[in-house]
């Protein structure tokens, strides 16, 4: 499925998902506004076929980007989508969303593309590889390690020790930019609302007044 998804948007069994592009290519509205602790994201769609996304700005870049990813499995392949918080995964439906979201952003080729044969032999990846690995396709460390086991490429008790490192202090010492383990984003939004506002004005359907109020909206939501 999360190859497929891959297919269909154009990109390849190995590069990268960049998420704010996909929600923007796939006509999403996102907004990342702070919630709580426990709280990931939410997602829903209109009759009209209109998508909408929140993401928790309080979460790690890398955690955002997996909600990202969960929330579009299901905007796209939840047969009964209803709006709810995405929290822990304690359904079918949940454990399918990630799943697909691990999947979509850590595709096996492309990790297997990534580790050396000697590791993929020991089922040992090194804390380098994996640095460089949760670094190209912006993951949180817990994603990739889950990944990585689930497809075999490590062992549960390699996943148990490498679990236990902190992520900063290590990413730190390999001279690593700390800001995928950092929460970030806020308020920001991602829609064609400026687009809109502007083709508005153009027509003379609205003032250059409100034209600029609208502008302020979306520049607020930048900040």
Request: charged share 25%; glycine share 6%; with cysteine.
């Amino acid at each position: 499925m999360a190859c497929k998804f891959r297919s269909d948007i154009g990109i390849s069994m190995s590069e990268p998902v960049n998420a704010k592009t996909l929600l923007r290519r796939l006509e999403i509205t996102a907004m990342y506004r702070p919630m709580s602790e426990s709280s990931y994201g939410i997602s829903c769609k209109s009759k009209s076929g209109r998508m909408f996304m929140l993401i928790n700005s309080n979460s790690t870049r890398g955690r955002q980007h997996f909600t990202v990813a969960h929330e579009l499995f299901h905007l796209f392949y939840d047969e009964s989508p209803t709006p709810h918080i995405c929290a822990k995964a304690t359904n079918g439906t949940e454990r399918n969303a990630n799943l697909f979201a691990a999947a979509l952003l850590l595709p096996k080729e492309g990790l297997l593309a990534m580790i050396s044969p000697e590791e993929a032999i020991e089922h040992k990846v090194g804390l380098a590889t994996i640095l460089k690995i949760e670094q190209f396709y912006q993951v949180s460390r817990s994603t990739l390690l889950i990944r990585m086991k689930d497809i075999g490429l490590i062992t549960e008790n390699y996943f148990q020790k490498i679990s236990g490192l902190p992520v900063k202090e290590t990413a730190k010492e390999y001279g690593y930019d700390l800001s995928l383990y950092e929460s970030g984003n806020k308020n920001l939004v991602i829609s064609d609302f400026g687009e809109k506002a502007r083709m508005l004005y153009e027509k003379g359907t609205i003032s250059e007044g409100h034209y600029v109020e609208l502008l302020k909206m979306i520049a607020c939501g930048d900040e």
